[in-house]
Each structure stands twice: as structure tokens, then as C-alpha cells.
């Protein structure tokens, strides 16, 4: 498996894989777009024989008040380049490549960058309860060493979600 910074050249294969996992929810081909071209060092790929098998992509942003997915859109507006905190938007394996840990890989690989990068934190909104790609994401992160900073009753569309971090 090899982890690399995602490209322009990789958008069809990550939309394919967005919107297989967030149906309607799923970012446009557009957002992703900016969101490779504004912070390429935050958008990693997980490539097996030089297919996607799961990505990860981030931002770096301020110390802001997050109550609700809106607060960390769009993209471009929270952005900030020597921001001290690097947000995860989403991380995503396709079904076909569950289970043999790539998210834990791509998560291990944005640490290390952001650690490079002088960044203090990495946050990530987690969900307790099951999500579109079946099962509560929370004690996975959990697992990993974030730990729950704030609980968000109505992040996304009346859903709620656990703002998470770990601390570099």
C-alpha cells in the first residue's frame, strides 16, 4: 500500500468513492477540487495496484467554535494556512478494502505531517451512533487516542456528533 498526497488526477476515483459513502451528503467534485489545490499536504491517498482503497482529507484552521458541520464550511473560509490545528473532513475506505487497516494508516500518516508542520492538535467530529457507512465511528477514534473534547447534539442536519482531538 502506498500513502501519498492526493492530486488532481485522483478526483474522479475520490468523487466515486464520496459518493458511494455519503450519497447526497457527499462533498461535490468541486469542494474536493479546492480542497486539493488549497492544502495538498492535508489530502492523502491509499492506493493498492494503483486504485484508490481510501483517503483522508484535512485542514488547517484556527482555534474556532464548532457547534454544527456549517461552522467548518465552506472550506475556504476556515482554511488558514499556518492554522494550529489541522480538522479532518472526512476519512473514507472503500467497503471493498475494509478491515485491513488503511483509515488507521492514513490517520497515522496525517499525524506525522502535522507534526512536521508544527501543528498542536488534530480534531475530527466522530459519531456514536451508526452513520452511512454502517457502523459509530466514536470508539474507532477512540482507539486511536482522540478523545472527546465536546459533545455536538445537532452537528449535521439534526444529527449529533463528538468533536474529537489528540494532542501533538
Not at 492523502?44 to 457547534?67: C, E, P, Q, T, W
Not at 476556515?78 to 479532518?88: A, D, L, R, S, T
Request: contains cysteine.
Amino acid at each position: 500500500m502506498d500513502i501519498k498526497q492526493a492530486n488532481l488526477a485522483d478526483l474522479d476515483e475520490l468523487y466515486q468513492i464520496e459518493t458511494k459513502i455519503w450519497h447526497s451528503d457527499a462533498a461535490t467534485k468541486d469542494s474536493l477540487t479546492t480542497r486539493i489545490k488549497l492544502f495538498p499536504e492535508g489530502f492523502l491517498v491509499a492506493k493498492i495496484n494503483n486504485k484508490i482503497a481510501g483517503f483522508v482529507n484535512s485542514a488547517r484552521i484556527g482555534d474556532i467554535k464548532v457547534g454544527k458541520f456549517s461552522d467548518l464550511v465552506p472550506f475556504e473560509r476556515v482554511f488558514k494556512k499556518n492554522g494550529p490545528i489541522f480538522y479532518i473532513y472526512s476519512l473514507q475506505v472503500d467497503k471493498a478494502y475494509r478491515g485491513k487497516g488503511i483509515s488507521h494508516k492514513l490517520i497515522d500518516s496525517l499525524v506525522e505531517i502535522a507534526r512536521d508542520l508544527g501543528c498542536r492538535k488534530i480534531w475530527l467530529v466522530g459519531s456514536d451512533e451508526n452513520t452511512s457507512i454502517g457502523f459509530a465511528t466514536t470508539p474507532v477514534y477512540e482507539r486511536w487516542g482522540f478523545k472527546i473534547k465536546k459533545c455536538l447534539p445537532n452537528y449535521l442536519e439534526g444529527k449529533p456528533g463528538s468533536l474529537m482531538e489528540i494532542v501533538l
